[in-house]
């Protein structure tokens, strides 16, 4: 496979820019995107229907760049949204709705290539693993994505299945990021699934989405949020994006992490998860959280009370942006020498 001239261009572009700002970029590492015309049928009349909130209301990039001046946010990885690509059960057919979503996400990056990091999105099970492993190549060689994504939980497939470690193969030997959704809502996504593929390709980044969290009870969550926390010490190679989970367990990760030290305080990232979530609510209350805990005498964490964790400015920039950042651009640098480009 070649790259596309456009694709060579959009990734030394933003690889260009990530590199002279990523000590101060502010950075929603968890967006979903939709082409707002695209819509149709009962998608369409329910969003026309009412002004009110609903599940995974679709928003356009317009809202999101909006909202990212209103949040004081610089860039915004953004995937597709799954509630506003429905798939008929024709693998071809799907295939086709989830590339025009796929490449509506690629033609706003190119509008705004300093606002959004792209980010792709595939699905071994509806279209089948010859397809999807054809989006992987169009999203990488012609849209020049660093990250694609897997959703095993609202796609219902194991994390572990073989259809999923082939698709996998095909990302982690482009050097591109392969994300998970990852929480506690199915049982497709267990914490010992996301740790057995991670092991399988332990040179190859993951980035495991919601760390634990998305649409899970709080009981039924709180297993995997405190397995999730000790199976990433155990594995620097996953990078976890704190978004859809309780504030409360947000927090111990990063004092758990921060603890622990290089490579771990570098492997989480802050996220909103919109339109599921609001990006001025999840950064705003990112921020006051990050500014309790710079609050050694009042601080509830005894951790931090003893100063046994100390979270300083630097460390805090990371955690906003700094690390997704670096992320990013460890994936770049690794296309570029996979595929010899200068």
Not at 70 to 78: F, G, H, K
Not at 241 to 268: L, M, W
Not at 301 to 324: C, H, K, L
Request: aromatic residues 12%; glycine residues 8%; charged residues 20%.
């Amino acid at each position: 496979m070649a790259f596309t001239n456009t694709a060579l261009q959009a990734m030394k572009d933003r690889c260009a820019y990530l590199e002279a700002n990523c000590s101060n970029l502010i950075i929603d590492a968890d967006t979903h995107l939709t082409d707002l015309n695209s819509l149709t049928g009962k998608i369409k009349a329910a969003f026309e229907a009412t002004p009110n909130y609903y599940h995974g209301r679709p928003i356009g990039h317009e809202e999101i760049l909006r909202e990212m001046k209103m949040a004081d946010i610089d860039m915004a990885l953004s995937w597709q949204n799954p509630a506003a690509t429905p798939y008929s059960g024709d693998p071809s057919a799907d295939f086709d709705g989830l590339m025009r979503a796929n490449r509506h996400i690629f033609e706003v990056s190119q509008i705004y290539p300093h606002s959004f990091i792209p980010a792709g999105w595939t699905d071994p099970k509806a279209l089948g693993v010859e397809n999807a492993l054809r989006v992987v190549d169009t999203c990488l060689f012609e849209f020049g994505f660093p990250v694609i994504k897997f959703n095993p939980a609202q796609n219902a497939f194991p994390i572990t299945s073989d259809e999923v470690l082939a698709v996998v193969d095909r990302i982690a030997g482009c050097g591109a990021v392969t994300a998970f959704h990852y929480g506690g809502d199915t049982e497709f996504t267990p914490a010992d699934g996301l740790e057995e593929v991670a092991q399988q390709f332990p040179q190859a980044p993951f980035l495991a989405v919601h760390m634990g969290g998305g649409g899970a009870g709080y009981l039924e969550a709180e297993s995997i949020y405190l397995q999730t926390r000790e199976m990433g010490i155990r594995n620097p190679n996953i990078h976890f994006i704190q978004s859809a989970k309780r504030d409360t367990h947000i927090e111990s990760d990063f004092i758990v992490f921060q603890q622990a030290g290089e490579p771990y305080c570098n492997n989480i990232s802050c996220g909103s998860d919109a339109p599921y979530g609001r990006m001025a609510w999840n950064f705003g209350g990112f921020r006051s959280m990050f500014n309790s805990l710079q609050d050694t005498e009042n601080h509830t964490d005894r951790r931090i009370r003893n100063r046994e964790v100390v979270f300083t400015d630097e460390d805090i920039q990371g955690y906003m942006g700094g690390n997704f950042a670096a992320l990013i651009l460890a994936a770049y640098r690794r296309i570029y020498a996979e595929f010899a480009i200068s």
